[in-house]
């Protein structure tokens, strides 16, 4: 699709529909120097907005502060947008942008119960559930929680629910059917010596339902931190993971990072099975995805650490025959 008018494009920014066009809004990237040649990260406040397919993107507003590695998700009234943070805080605010085909608005809902940013989160039913992250960018442990608002009446604000029983996780992929969400890998966080945070990358694999809770289910092959999230959803039922980081080349930098894992993983509810289908043609971390007009968009990301891209994919998930 047409790229996000950005020379670098962005990493984790706000993604979804309002009135029938699709929003990217917020993110971070490196507009100058790579992070080993000592540039600085900047967060985005800018918001685009692409009408048709075919078309155009316009810039059409700013964020009311910059602000990425928060979590979107689509209401019947707009995008809805969830924490996220900065350079120096995360944030608890929870807000809708609205297009009604002139004007863009934005509504304020009620705020998560703490400041959280690289959580995960889907829509399953009426519900928009949220797990984890971390509260603060230099944090060294990940936030053992389970949120809950229910779509149908938002301003009653969030449910506490008991949380993944797994590991405490950020950067997880999210997934959701009609009445279940669905939480895999991840990584979760340790303080070293020195007391900065150390990763430990996740397979465990897990899913929750209303009246039911949570309930362990197979392993991914791989740990697929910060894949395109929410995954995909076949009309077959099955999800779809796509590429994100398995862990094995952190110690690679710039130039000689050959990008994440492109292979997709797909795993099958009723047969609670994993399998490979293929691989797509970008490696992408650190990006929302959307379902919009029966295609699913994965707009922007990180295609190699330190380097992000415009670029607007779409999937199309076609019927089994």
């Known amino acids: 699709m047409p790229p996000v008018p950005d020379p670098e494009g962005f990493a984790s920014p706000f993604a979804g529909v309002a009135g029938n066009a699709l929003l990217v809004a917020g993110g971070a990237h490196f507009p100058d120097l790579r992070p080993w ?11 685009f907005l692409l009408a048709e397919a075919d078309g155009e993107w316009t810039e059409i507003g700013r964020l009311s502060r910059p602000n990425a590695y928060g979590l979107s998700a689509n209401t019947p009234g707009g995008v809805l947008c969830v924490g996220g943070g ?15 085909g002139r004007q863009l608005s934005r509504t304020a809902l009620p705020a998560l119960p703490r400041p959280c940013a690289f959580m995960s989160g889907a829509v399953a039913g009426d519900w928009l559930y949220v797990a984890g992250g971390i509260d603060r960018p230099d944090a060294t442990e990940a936030l053992a929680t389970f949120w809950a608002l229910d779509l149908t009446a938002m301003d009653r ?38 007391g900065k945070a150390v990763r430990t990358y ?14 362990r289910l197979a392993d ?10 929410p995954a995909p959803l076949t009309p077959a039922g099955e999800i779809l993971v796509i590429g994100g980081d398995d862990g094995t080349r952190v110690h690679l930098n710039g130039p000689g990072h050959p990008g994440f894992p492109r292979e997709i993983l797909r795993y099958e ?53």
């Open 269 to 321: 509810p009723a047969k609670d099975q994993w399998s490979p289908v293929g691989a797509a043609p970008f490696s992408r971390a650190t990006v929302p995805t959307t379902p919009w007009r029966g295609r699913w968009v994965i707009a922007n990301g990180e295609r190699i650490p330190g380097y992000r891209t415009p670029e607007v994919w779409t999937l199309e998930c076609q019927p089994n025959q």
């Open 157 to 194: 604000g969030w449910r506490n629910l008991p949380p993944c029983p797994g590991p405490a996780r950020m950067l997880a992929v999210a997934g959701a059917d009609a009445d279940t969400f669905y939480l895999f890998s991840g990584v979760s966080l340790r303080p070293d010596a020195q």
């Open 86 to 100: 900065d350079a120096h805080r995360h944030f608890d605010e929870v807000f809708q942008l609205v297009w009604n």
């Open 202 to 215: 996740l397979r465990d694999a897990h899913a929750y339902r209303e009246g039911s809770g949570w309930r």
């Open 37 to 47: 040649e000592g540039g600085t990260k900047v967060w985005s406040d800018r918001i």
């Open 220 to 229: 991914v092959p791989v740990p697929c931190v910060a894949a395109p999230s």
